[in-house]
């Protein structure tokens, strides 16, 4: 066919009284057949239009009504079955005859069941056939639409919205308000027959970092790994559901004792061990399980709130992901909530003070080393430690205003010893777990020493150990970021809790911060001894500069230089002291 569209009796606008037919056939001599066949049926009660490729079938239906297509099912671009599901999709509606040669009686079949209504054999086709086929497939495709609405409109309709109203979408688990359903009815049998039931409630750590990391289509095949690891460990009897972005819960079948949810509990904990894969990134990602029971609980919604405030616990304490709820955590939790809300407002009303505590090279007076430490009196709530907000403020963005203030600080501090002919050697600032995990942070940091115009050579940051395993690849990538561009790196309270040699040589640590655990009464506990004496000198071998913390007594300087400390901090030398009286310390020597 010479042209790419051909309309025949066309005669312009599409008259609405005609049949219109689109008919997608590249051999001309075939395409002139079928045209005279449908002439001599419809005589001038129809249209049609001709395409010789599949490319050109979709724009033009996208612009005509089209009343049915006959399609031939070899077309020099496209041609087999594929070609009517992708018209299908796209036009549920069109009824369409397929055109085929004899030998293609199994494609033939196939085109019904991928949407045609009908199919003609070329070698065995008159107009009467012709017009029957075309009839047939309108009128089919017309039951099958009004079927389909009618089922829409009923039973399918149905369906969906309950489904919607009862299910979370990414995960297909049960949602909240039929968790609250459930667990609802759950209590009153409990109530009824004097027994417990227990309530689960846990989310992922780091979830909220890996979404940020990896974009949100990661973090939902995560949910629906997750959700699929939790169905496999539950009991048929217990009902699992998503009540919020990571957050799940389950929902106990009646318990005798207690006791009974611990092999559950065992399950879920063990669910995680392995690593998930996703988009061929191995995640590791754990829960932090919280536990409450009915009728310790006295209904649903303190039920709920137990169980989520033991889970804040949970996510607290690195060593523990489960914790069950006691009456103490509920005054610990009003403390939290009510620190957290007044961290803010400290900030913008400058409570918040940083303090130096001076740490005393070993080898030479000269040299000045501090620790930066923040301070918070609060109108509000009065003095807080550090040791009790920052673990509350290392959940929240403010963990990061915090660390900018303690940077700006020490630039201050920095600048005023340099006027007055001193130099300092080094100065270090803690840093969290949140923020290390941040893939932009190492770069953040380093703006906000250039912004205190301090030489990165001169700063430290010091972090723990816990927080790399949380997050080990990306605080890897950062902590190497930050040595590279000349920062020291300190792995501060080593020796107690997850010491780990691996990281000591996985990571450019060039500083190894004793605990000061280890060093209280070093001088007459034989274990510690044996212990510290060990890392001294692995550190050494490593070329680690050591650092002794928390040291108060003479005895136990004199322990520690001979085991070959290289620096020492405590209140033997020094407490923390405000900007000014820092200054002194150093300066009146
Ligand atoms: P840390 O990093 O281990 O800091 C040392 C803590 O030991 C400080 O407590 C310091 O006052 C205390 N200390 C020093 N020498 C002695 C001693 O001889 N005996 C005793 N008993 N204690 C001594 P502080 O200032 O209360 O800080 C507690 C923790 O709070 C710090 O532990 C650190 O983990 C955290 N922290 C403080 N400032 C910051 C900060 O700016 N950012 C972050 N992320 N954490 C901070
Ligand atoms: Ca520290
Ligand atoms: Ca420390």
């Known amino acids: ?293 009915y009728p310790d609980a006295k209904d649903l919604d303190q039920l709920i709130k137990h169980a989520d405030c033991a889970m804040y616990e949970a996510k607290n304490k690195f060593e523990s992901q489960v914790c069950f709820y006691t009456n103490q955590m509920a005054a610990h939790f009003s403390r939290t909530q009510e620190i957290e809300e007044n961290i803010t407002v400290g900030i913008e009303n400058k409570e918040f003070d940083v303090w130096f505590q001076p740490v005393i090279s070993a080898e030479s007076t000269e040299r000045i080393s501090v620790e930066a430490l923040l301070r918070w009196d609060s109108t509000k709530l009065g003095r807080v430690g550090p040791d009790e907000f920052i673990p509350v403020a290392e959940l929240t963005p403010a963990i990061n205003q915090l660390t900018h203030l303690v940077i700006q600080h020490c630039g201050l501090f920095f600048h005023s010893m340099k006027n007055k002919q001193t130099k300092i050697d080094r100065m270090a600032v803690n840093i969290s777990a949140l923020q290390l995990s941040n893939a932009n942070f190492g770069n953040i940091l380093l703006a906000w020493f250039k912004e205190s115009a301090l030489p990165p050579e001169n700063m430290c940051v010091e972090i723990t150990e816990s927080q790399i395993v949380q997050n080990a690849k990306i605080c890897a990538e950062q902590i190497s970021a930050l040595r590279d561009a000349g920062v020291h790196i300190a792995l501060d309270d080593f020796g107690t809790g997850f010491s780990s040699i691996t990281h000591l040589l996985d990571l450019p640590i060039d500083i190894l911060k004793l605990d000061r655990m280890l060093i209280d009464h070093i001088d007459s506990d034989s274990r510690n001894q044996a212990l510290t004496a060990g890392i001294v000198e692995m550190a050494h071998r490593l070329n680690m500069t050591v650092v002794a913390e928390g040291i108060e007594r003479q005895e136990e300087q004199n322990y520690v230089l001979e085991l070959g400390c290289d620096y020492l901090q405590g209140y033997r030398f020094s407490k923390p002291l405000p900007l000014g009286e820092v200054s002194s310390f150093y300066l009146n020597k």
């Not at 449908?38 to 005509?64: A, G, N, R, W």
């Not at 009153?188 to 289509?217: P, Q, S, V």
């Open 1 to 293: 066919m010479e042209q790419a569209v051909e309309n025949r009796n066309a005669g312009g606008a599409v008259n609405p009284e005609k049949t219109v037919f689109l008919m997608a056939e590249d051999n001309p001599v075939d395409a002139e057949l079928f045209i005279g066949m449908l002439e001599h049926t419809y005589q001038d009660k129809y249209e049609i239009t001709c395409v010789d490729c599949f490319e050109k079938i979709m724009p033009f239906l996208s612009k005509e009504r089209v009343d049915a297509l006959i399609l031939d099912m070899h077309l020099p671009d496209k041609s087999g079955t594929d070609n009517i599901s992708s018209i299908v999709r796209k036009y549920p509606s069109l009824p369409i005859v397929v055109l085929t040669g004899q030998e293609d009686m199994e494609v033939a079949v196939d085109s019904l069941k991928n949407g045609a209504q009908d199919y003609l054999s070329k070698n065995n086709i008159n107009p009467e056939i012709l017009a029957r086929s075309l009839r047939y497939a309108q009128e089919r495709k017309q039951i099958e639409m009004q079927l389909k609405e009618a089922l829409n409109d009923a039973a399918y309709r149905n369906y969906q919205l309950e489904s919607l109203a009862k299910y979370d979408m990414l995960t297909q688990l049960p949602n909240r308000a039929y968790f609250n359903d459930i667990a609802r009815h759950v209590l009153r049998r409990a109530n009824r027959t004097k027994k417990k039931c227990a309530l689960l409630y846990f989310d992922l750590d780091g979830f909220k970092k890996i979404n940020d990391t990896y974009g949100h289509a990661f973090g939902d095949e995560l949910l629906k790994q997750v959700t699929k690891r939790l169905s496999g460990v539950v009991r048929e009897s217990d009902f699992l559901a998503r009540i919020g972005g990571d957050e799940f819960v389950v929902i106990t079948d009646l318990l005798e004792s207690k006791e009974e949810m611990y092999p559950v509990i065992k399950r879920i904990v063990k669910a995680f061990e392995k690593t998930l894969l996703i988009n061929g990134y191995e995640i590791f990602s754990s829960p932090s399980i919280g536990i409450a029971y």
